[in-house]
């Protein structure tokens, strides 16, 4: 008996390990750096010759930078056969051997597969990495810690939501929001995090596709400087679930990364948080009237609230590099 018990926990004690060390393993530099890049509307459909862009920016982005994370915000896929689709994409992103993380847009389950099917799908990847909290609103919700250099704490949260596809209220028109059991979660995670670090709230970002209301009213508030491109009006829910009035109380996320509106890659710092849109990363499958395809950079610095960001363009330019705070000072 004594033996069995010492075996079970054993064992146990093992798969917990096991367990921590899957969930840690991004990790800042000995330089105290982390380097994240956002790929958003890859909108691919498979064996379309439109679509042929969007593979040639993953392969050029990804080599360029070199990331340590890359977070793909959405609408990955645009046609059938979605398998096949969401396959190619995958497996262009594998050969790099980077962790990537997967939030879904409002057309990925609209050419045959359900969400929870692709993301059992993606889930198969060797370096997908995050585990989606069941039971909430939407399929890919997970909290992304990153540990401090040295491994001992975790130094920085990312968190991942996602933002649904389509009103579900009747009478209410367009996309759908973030729902109030996903932002308390938020809230459970974020004061789990600020008790973990004595009180003092953990920085973080927040990755999704379909962008706040807060970014409508960030872009028409004059005494707010837009960086980038704005070349169509924001596309966001009509109602408002109260997400962005959450982070403000939790005090942590400094930074916001959404995708969906294809011809806008500014950044806008609205009531001391970031909210900055990825640069198209797709081909010619959807509208696209930006001058060539790219991604975000997002950099951090461990310990230091301020990070830095830019677009990394296809043909290998960098455009749009702030620093937040300071690039918002005036």
């Known amino acids: ?32 750096k982390f380097k994240i890049l956002q ?61 990537f993380a997967l939030t879904f847009g409002n057309h990925d389950d609209e050419s045959g597969m359900s969400r929870k099917e692709l993301y059992d799908l993606i889930s198969t990847y060797p370096h997908h990495i995050g585990k989606t909290v069941e039971g909430l609103t939407g399929q890919t919700n997970y909290l992304l810690p990153i540990l401090s250099a040295d491994g001992k704490k975790t130094a920085e949260a990312l968190y991942i939501f996602d933002s649904n596809s389509y009103s579900r209220i009747e009478g209410v028109k367009g996309y759908d929001y973030i729902h109030f059991d996903q932002i308390d979660w938020y809230r459970k995670e974020s004061s789990r995090l600020t008790n973990e670090n004595g009180g003092k709230p953990l920085p973080a970002l927040a990755f999704f596709h379909i962008p706040l209301p807060e970014y409508a009213i960030a872009a028409s508030d004059e005494s707010c400087d837009l960086i980038g491109t704005r070349k169509e009006k924001c596309c966001s829910p009509v109602l408002n679930s109260g997400l962005f009035a959450c982070m ?15 011809d806008d890659d500014y950044a806008v710092l609205y ?19 930006l001058d060539i395809n790219g ?12 990070f830095q960001s830019w677009i990394r363009l296809r043909n290998g330019d960098i455009i749009n590099r702030i620093n937040v705070p300071e690039s918002f000072t005036r």
């Not at 996320?253 to 995708?259: E, H, P, R």
């Not at 009531?271 to 009237?289: D, E």
């Not at 991604?295 to 301020?306: D, W």
């Open 39 to 99: 790929l958003t509307d890859v909108h691919y459909i498979h064996n379309n010759p439109k679509a042929t862009l969007a593979l040639e920016n993953i392969d050029a982005v990804l080599k360029a930078e070199k990331p340590d994370l890359v977070v793909l915000t959405g609408d990955v896929i645009f046609g059938k056969p979605a398998l096949e689709s969401m396959k190619t994409v995958l497996d262009r992103i594998e050969r790099f051997k980077v962790p």
């Open 1 to 32: 008996m004594y033996l069995k018990k010492f075996f079970i926990t054993l064992i146990g004690g093992l798969l917990i390990s096991i367990g921590c060390a899957a969930q840690s393993s991004l990790k800042f530099h000995n330089n105290g």
């Open 248 to 262: 403000k109380e939790m005090g942590d996320v400094k930074g916001i990364f959404v995708g969906h509106d294809h």
């Open 295 to 306: 991604a975000r950079v997002i950099e951090l610095t461990e310990g230091e609230s301020n």
């Open 271 to 289: 009531q001391g948080i970031l909210l900055a849109y990825g640069r198209y990363s797709g081909g010619h499958t959807v509208y696209f009237n």
